[in-house]
């Protein structure tokens, strides 16, 4: 496999073969995100991505389950992605399940057709990141998304019966904004309903238009008992079936599995974190007011 820049994959596809059919992020501009700024988005030449498929098979004699790495993979035209498709579902038939990156404005600009047509050729599950309910973290973010896109986005993928993950952020509105932030999001995750949740606490990366305005002090950084009322405010509200993967690795608490199942031993655990973690316990000396 010929694999260019930087490779990310979501945890959960941890024993996915990744084909790499697009490079970098068409978007490329929200404002904490680092992850695909060392190239320009491209769609790679068919020809390189059949002989990676084609190597693949030479190397792994049982692959049952694919993960289409870079940004936005739905930013590539449907009947390029359907071809591509095509030549997995014949060089790999023991493979159960495909998965991609896209964005929910890219899934939204797919007509009801092209996604059943790739819903048909095995696409099953797409991640996409909401990042935040609040219009006025969403702009600032500069997401390129309105919270009327992400509905109309998850209403095609629906209808299309392909599932999602969808990821956010605690701390992404800041200090200032934290309340507001995690009320407008998970009263959008109640419209939405994706089948599966991610929520990651953010991380300020090096290089990031964030980081230049935290070192501004333009950005003020949630503190760390702050990201658990956020966790806190979306486990008492959540009010639909989902798989929560709340074990990301910048998480202050490593939590997984069904809601509503285990909601009240998550929310039970953020509780008791908030009073005994010694992170928040500190914080909360720090930010008592005397
Ligand atoms: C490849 S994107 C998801 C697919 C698509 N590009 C999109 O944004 O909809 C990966 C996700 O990782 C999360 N992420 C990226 N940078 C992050 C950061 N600095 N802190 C926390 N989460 C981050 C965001 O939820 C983001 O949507
Ligand atoms: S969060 Fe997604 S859309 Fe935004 S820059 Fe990163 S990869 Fe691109």
């Known amino acids: 496999m010929r694999y260019q ?45 059949f002989a990676d498929i084609e190597s693949a098979r030479a190397r792994y004699s049982e692959v049952r389950s694919i993960f289409f790495i870079d940004g936005n993979v739905m930013a590539m035209r449907t009947e390029l992605l359907l071809a591509i498709l095509n030549k997995i579902t014949t060089t790999f038939p023991e493979c159960e399940r495909i998965a991609l990156y896209s964005c929910l404005n890219d899934l939204r600009r797919k007509s009801d057709e092209d996604l059943a ?20 973290v969403l702009e600032k973010i500069k997401k390129g998304m309105t919270a009327e896109q992400a509905r109309d986005g998850m209403a095609k993928a629906k209808k299309a019966g392909i599932e999602v993950l969808l990821s956010f952020i605690f701390g992404l509105g800041g200090k200032d904004r934290s309340e507001a932030h995690i009320q407008a999001t998970t009263a959008l995750l109640n419209e939405l309903k994706p089948e599966q949740i991610a929520p990651m606490a953010l991380a300020v990366q090096p290089g990031s238009e964030l980081a230049q305005e935290v070192a501004r002090g333009e950005f003020l950084l949630p503190t760390p008992l702050q990201l658990l009322e956020e966790e806190r405010h979306l486990l008492a509200n959540l009010k639909f079936d989902t798989f929560y993967w709340g074990d990301h690795g910048n998480n202050v608490l490593s939590m997984k599995g069904w809601l509503p199942e285990q909601q009240p031993t998550f929310l039970a655990r953020v509780e008791h974190a908030m009073a005994h973690h010694p992170i928040a316990q500190q914080n909360r000396l720090l930010t008592q007011p005397w």
Request: with cysteine.
């Open 5 to 49: 820049g930087k490779v990310y994959r979501p945890w959960p596809e941890a024993n996915s073969l990744l084909i790499q059919a697009t490079l970098g992020c068409s978007n490329n501009q929200c404002t904490f995100c680092t992850m695909f700024d060392d190239k320009r988005f491209k769609i790679r030449e068919m020809d390189d991505i």
């Open 117 to 136: 047509a790739l819903k048909a050729a095995g696409v099953s599950m797409i991640y996409a990141g909401l990042e935040s309910g609040d219009p006025l």
